[in-house]
């Protein structure tokens, strides 16, 4: 089948979808009023409560959002063949993902930017909020240590370059974009210089620095090896520093020009995909491929971002609710930017189906392989439909490499700082003083996001100390797709206690709910048989705290519990 004709249909889809469903849901579920101030004005501090025009809190939220789990997710699902895939990535995306964004958009923006995690002490109770989290906190910097795994991995220089996932050309760029983004936030905010002015050179100097990138890979710097282990260690001191750094000063420039970057490769995809004449390879549909877990409900834990993602509640009540300048921005940035990301993952899904032409076989003989090659293959395949349009392979290459790499330091970035504001939640929540400051809670931060990324297990065969960071994304996935579920659940709470309707978040919410709590237990059994202690128990306090917290959560359902401080 034509690729084209797929990416075409899925452009028709989403577009129908904003335009009908969102606007129907801005109505009837979650009414906007224009009129109320949105926490930008009401709480402005000019550190973490900064109003900004639609376009850069659009800009923030699609690139916090869209980090490596659009991309590595289809890389690896489309093992079980494309049109699953498909399939999940499109209707997950409109009824489940983007409801998902809007609802927690819309609850936090009516209550002072209190994260989902804070209303539940509202609908749920005390403990349902410290229970939230505590999960929330676990989730992100578990799914941040997987990002750091693998951005660590491609910068540094190994085997096979690009085709073994390597690409150490993506390190200058992705470095000169960070400078840039500081540059044009001093500009912005301080010397009031116009952002038209500033946009157009600074995307022009980030595609020479791409060019650059090319000719002066660094493998070294002041003569030591940058190796993957030494770039663990650098990029856990960047969250550092960027999550304590004030939200105008690089978040928010950063995320504005990191988001037109990606734009400009959705556009390549897809004139490399109108002139290209790229044919779907992969199979359609492949039940049983060698090694790999069912399909149900793995399928729908493998794609997580590109479909729906716990992250995405943390992120809309967490950082963008601090920025948005208007109630009505939040129709196109919390349902607009997740059919976005339905679509890059559409993009990143026809790169490996259609991009690796032949090779697809060869790249996906089993689960594990696709596993460990899920992000050179995304690579590969997107750099040969990119290179369609004229551009040198190994350009496009490492232009795509800078994409990605782009959205995971955003994402690292905005993940850092997001277990920083929650463990300052749970710091008010349980009055322990030091936790409400935020240095102490950034350094917390980025030590249980270095702690999974530096985690270790022996290997069941070998009995080798070796990295759990394939591991560890089955682990995202399914903690991530739990934190949803429960997102869902907090805004159902929510919406009930308004008397508004809950059907459109509650039948999302079960199916989550029911998948992910599989996927967990087939991964518990997985872990006990081959004796992996470390993830098992990890697996086990990921469950526990589930399950418990949509116990508290029925509780309340029943009793019709609501407080007076619900708005």
């Known amino acids: 089948m034509n690729a084209l004709l797929i990416l075409l249909g899925a452009m028709v889809l989403f577009a129908l979808a904003y335009r009908w469903y969102g606007r129907w849901l801005v109505q009837r579920v979650f009414p906007i009023d224009d009129t109320e101030p949105t926490p930008a004005h009401t709480l402005r501090d000019g550190r ?81 909020r410290a229970l939230f989290l505590l999960f929330g906190i676990f989730a992100i910097a578990l799914a941040m240590g997987v990002f750091v795994i693998n951005i660590a991995n491609l ?43 500033l946009t157009l050179p600074a995307l022009l100097l980030s595609l020479i620095f791409v060019w650059l990138g090319v000719r002066y890979p660094l493998t070294t710097l002041f003569g030591v090896a940058l190796t993957a282990n030494l770039w663990v260690y650098l990029l856990l001191g960047y969250a550092l520093v960027a999550t304590l750094l004030p939200v105008w000063l690089l978040l928010q420039p950063r995320d504005y020009l990191n988001s037109f970057q990606l734009f400009l490769g959705m556009g390549l995809l897809l004139v490399g995909a109108l002139v290209g004449g790229f044919t779907m390879t992969a199979p359609a549909v492949n039940p049983a491929p060698q090694g790999a877990p069912p399909m149900f409900p793995l399928l729908f834990i493998t794609i997580a971002c590109g479909a729906v993602s716990g992250f995405h509640s943390l992120v809309a009540s967490g950082t963008t609710v601090r920025q948005v300048d208007k109630a009505r921005d939040a129709l196109p940035i919390g349902y607009g930017a997740m059919l976005m990301e339905g679509l890059l993952a559409t993009l990143a899904l026809l790169a490996v189906a259609a991009g690796l032409g032949s090779e697809w076989q060869a790249r996906y ?45 955003t994402t690292l970035d905005t993940g850092a700082r997001l277990v920083r504001y929650n463990l300052q939640e749970l710091g008010r929540a349980w009055r322990v003083s030091p936790l409400e400051n935020p240095f ?95 993830l098992l128990g990890v697996s086990v306090v990921i469950f526990a705290l589930a399950v418990w917290l949509v116990g508290e959560a029925f509780v309340a359902w029943r009793r019709g519990r609501a407080t007076a401080t619900v708005q």
């Not at 594990?368 to 293959?377: D, H, R, Y």
């Open 48 to 128: 973490d409560f900064v109003p900004a025009p639609p376009l850069v809190v659009f800009g923030h939220h699609f690139a916090s959002i869209a980090g490596l789990g659009p991309l590595l997710g289809p890389a690896i699902a489309v093992i079980w063949g494309w049109l699953p895939a498909l399939l999940w990535i499109l209707f997950g995306s409109i009824f489940v993902g983007a409801v998902h964004d809007l609802g927690c958009l819309y609850s936090s923006m009516r209550n002072r930017a209190r994260s989902v995690a804070d209303l539940a002490y509202d609908v749920a109770g005390t403990r349902a």
């Open 440 to 534: 102490t809670t950034t350094l917390l931060a980025v030590g249980l996001i270095g702690f999974f990324a530096l985690l270790k297990a022996p290997d069941p065969i070998t009995g080798e100390l070796k990295s759990v960071g394939a591991l560890l994304w089955q682990l995202f996935g399914a903690s991530n797709q739990l934190l949803a579920a429960l997102a869902l659940l907090v805004v159902s709470l929510y919406l009930r206690s308004l008397g508004r309707p809950t059907l459109y978040t509650l039948l999302p919410m079960g199916f989550m709910l029911t998948a992910t709590l599989t996927a967990l237990l087939i991964g518990i059994r997985n872990f006990a048989s081959q004796g992996n202690t470390v």
């Open 365 to 409: 003989p089993d689960w594990l392989t696709a596993g460990k090659s899920a992000l050179a293959n995304f690579v590969h395949g997107a750099g040969a439909m990119v290179s369609a349009v004229g551009i040198p392979l190994e350009v496009a290459k490492v232009f795509v490499a800078t994409v990605a790499v782009g959205f995971a330091l």
């Open 155 to 197: 910068f540094a220089p190994g085997a096979g370059g690009a085709e073994g996932g390597h690409v150490p050309e993506a390190v200058l760029p992705s470095t000169a974009l960070v400078v840039l983004a500081l540059g044009v936030g001093v500009l912005f905010y301080r010397y009031r210089v116009s952002l038209v002015k």
